[in-house]
């Protein structure tokens, strides 16, 4: 079985799970095994045959057209953009051509970020691995290490610091939206041998990460709300807005705005580099 094909079928059968039959206007009828739809009822409001489905979902390799895996989707409710993760997976969309060489060196990233300060910016990877930060991010997240960060990756600073859950206030919807993007990147970088030990170990170190990875959940990247901590400035609001790099799609940026004014008049408190007078002018 290929490495995309076993993925299908893990994503398909967490996403029936999610369907009641009531969603569909199914009668819910007795106690079921497993929540969510049979797989003999998704097949049969997809009008697909159940043993081609149930072969689909072992993973066999099977051809699956457009239409039909529309009508799985649609049964499904998946979104935009887990249509087209099914899509990728299912290995029904042409095949992307090699990326394109960066056209731009470290240097050019920085000079682009130190343009935003006094904006936090970061450039990551689609897996989260800091390529690049400009002062006023690395000010802002100065203190929030209590252990030596080793990994230099944003989503694994917020799973394995001890003190996330305290200076992150919205943790609980920021890490299930991280873990989102995580696996929808995921679909392009299958059997990749740094991604699979990657995601590995952060499973096998954080439960937590393991139980939202195990749902099969993607993500489109969207302006989100980040509420932090910070022990000199105090509580600070900000919307995170992620931008493409079209010389590297597996590059992106993040530029944290300020949601508020009382956030703005305190950001200039978050930076190192500033005397307490300057500060506070």
């Keep these: 079985m290929s490495t ?3 993925e299908l079928g893990e994503f398909l059968k967490a996403r029936r799970a999610r369907v009641s039959p009531e969603d569909v206007g199914l009668p819910a009828g007795g106690r079921r095994r497993t929540p969510g739809l049979r797989r003999e009822e998704l097949a049969q409001l997809a009008g697909v045959g159940v043993t081609w489905y ?3 979902e072992q993973g066999r390799p099977i051809n699956a057209s457009g239409q039909v895996l529309d009508a799985v989707a649609a049964t499904l409710r998946l979104n935009s953009i887990e249509r087209e993760h099914l899509y990728r997976l299912a290995e029904a969309t042409p095949v992307r051509p090699p990326r394109a060489t960066v056209c731009a060196n470290e240097n050019v990233f920085a000079e682009i970020l130190d343009t935003l300060d006094p904006l936090p910016a970061v450039i990551t990877n689609t897996r989260f691995d800091i390529v690049r930060t400009n002062a006023a991010f690395s000010d802002l997240f ?3 290490h209590r252990l030596p960060c080793i990994h230099k990756n944003l989503l694994w600073c917020i799973v394995t610091e001890p003190t996330a859950r305290q200076q992150l206030l919205n943790y609980d919807t920021e890490l299930p939206y ?3 993007r995580l696996r929808s990147a995921y679909g392009e970088h299958l059997g990749d041998p740094d991604w699979e030990t990657d995601l590995e170990r952060l499973q096998a170190l ?3 990460f393991a139980q939202l990875w195990s749902r099969h959940e993607v993500a489109a990247c969207t302006p989100r709300p980040r509420h932090v901590i910070h022990p000199a400035a105090g509580e600070l609001h900000f919307t995170v807005t992620e931008f493409a790099l079209p010389a590297h799609p597996d590059l992106i940026l993040f530029v944290e705005t300020p949601a ?3 956030t703005r008049t305190r950001l200039p408190l978050t930076r190192r580099s500033l005397e307490p007078a300057e500060a506070s002018a």
Excluded: C, K, Q
């Design 54 to 56: 149930t072969w689909l």
């Design 260 to 262: 508020d004014e009382e």
């Design 178 to 180: 991280l873990v989102g």
């Design 206 to 208: 954080s439960p937590e």
């Design 142 to 144: 100065h203190d929030w």
């Design 4 to 6: 995309h094909r076993a």
